[in-house]
């Protein structure tokens, strides 16, 4: 049996048309699966989006449409977002399929037939943006500092979550790593406030019509961020994947850390299901130094770019910018970099080593690409484990480019960095060893094991890009093994 690995993105709200910032979060989700499949695990890779809850409600109430059928046209957005960038998840979930809502609706009942749940009445801050409640101390001039907006009063009877007694297992699990919060940075923050202690949570709505029925009460709708949550266990059901549950990593924005951190591990605990074993959190990166805003006109959309530079340099630009995990800018000016050192590193060391084994008329040993480098086949034949004993780029025999290390902490830009640092070193040796000079030196014995082995260098290449860049990868090893060229990277018509 393979390994299983459950990987997920959050589930996207669509009250709006995807940007780069979400799809940062599913090219990052993405270049994971990928890899874990290219290391023979079984992958089931979900994303999906959130589409109840007043956010969603209002949006659709602004255009003049039923929330049904704005979220039925977000959602081709989202698809076709998501197909452009290449994304290879393997179900894609709306919290308003039907089958979703019955599982929510169970699991509800089940923390009430627990005692997990008490109805109260409450008045509190509520922020739509973040919908969720808000405490005055979290506030910024009375403004809730992520949306910039006065949160409403409401007050209403809820059904309340008793969140507050899951504190110290939390803290206990989350401390150990049983539930395992990267990076450590953020671990520690979460620490931090678990120990300021958990107030108990309202997870229904009175005047929220667009969500899931309360059990037992039809005048509730249940709270839209657990009705989001249990996405990743319905999924489960829903899709006939119920061995790959817990799932082994979440990766989530900081943004929404806690929700998955706090609330999603307690409901867990209280519904005595197994916890997701860990949460990855990624940075928000700003644009020119600016927070992406409709308001200040400088919100990409990954269609826009995908047009100009290609999906592949897209993915390889929002991973390589800066290390996953942290904030981090982007601008159009570095995306342009980005493609142009793609396209003078990789690009040109592709078009000079293939132009010069068809001029020289160099044989090239095998341009059979192995399906898995790196991977050791079991005696059955089924790929087994990566080879432990790697050697670095330097080494004259490499087989691959060692990305082990980096991946297994989800250190995406340093992956990428070494992977370009080995394509850097071929254009170096090319340099320095001037096959264009042996050629008119008659030295053709040495040409010709120089060029066979840059050619292999490339395949090593190629096979390290596959979860980065699929496209371009496939391509490499094309024009590796019928040696035909084609631009990789073609000039940018501005
Ligand atoms: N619907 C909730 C998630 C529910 S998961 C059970 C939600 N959706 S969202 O669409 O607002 O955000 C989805 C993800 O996109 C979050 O992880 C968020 O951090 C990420 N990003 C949105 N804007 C971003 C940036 N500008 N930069 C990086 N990530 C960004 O929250």
Sequence with gaps: ??????????????????????????????????????????????????????????????????PKEFVDKLDLKFRAAWKLLNISNDEYIRTTDSLHGEIVSKLVEKLVERGFVEKRSYEGLYCVGCEKYMKESELVNGLCPDHLKKPVIQSEENYFFKLSAFADQLKSKIESDEIMIRPESKKHEILGKINLGLDDISISRAHVEWGIPFPGDPEQTIYVWIDALINYYSATKMYNREEFWPADLHIVGKDIFWFHAVIWSAVLLALDLPVYKKLFVH????????????????????????????????????????????????????????????ANE???????TIAMINKYEIKVSSSVIPAQAGIQANSDGSPGTSLENTVGPED???????????????????????????????????????????????KNEELASFLAKTHSKLIVLADALVPFMPETAEKMKDQLATLKLEPLFPRIEE
């Design 1 to 66: 049996m393979n390994k299983k690995f459950y990987i997920t993105t959050p589930i996207y709200y669509i009250n709006d048309v995807p940007h780069i910032g979400h799809g940062y979060a599913s090219i990052a989700t993405d270049v994971i699966a990928r890899y874990h499949r290219k290391q023979g695990e079984e992958v089931f890779f979900l994303t999906g989006t959130d589409e109840h809850g007043a956010k969603i409600a209002e949006a659709a109430a602004k255009l003049d449409e039923t």
């Design 283 to 342: 940075g928000y990166f700003t644009v020119d130094g600016q927070k992406m805003s409709k308001t200040i006109g400088n919100v990409i959309k990954p269609e826009d770019l995908v047009a100009k530079y290609g999906t592949d340099a897209v993915r390889y630009y929002v991973l390589s910018a800066f290390p996953f995990g942290a904030d981090g800018d982007v601008s159009l000016e570095k995306m342009n970099q980005a493609y142009l050192k793609l």
């Design 346 to 352: 990789i690009g040109n060391l592709f078009q000079r």
């Design 396 to 442: 004259d025999n490499l087989q691959y480019i060692d990305i082990k290390p980096e991946m297994a902490e989800l250190q995406l830009m340093e992956a990428l960095r070494k992977i370009m640092l080995f394509a850097e070193d071929q254009n170096k040796a090319i340099a320095a060893t001037q096959p264009w000079a042996l050629a008119k030196e008659g």
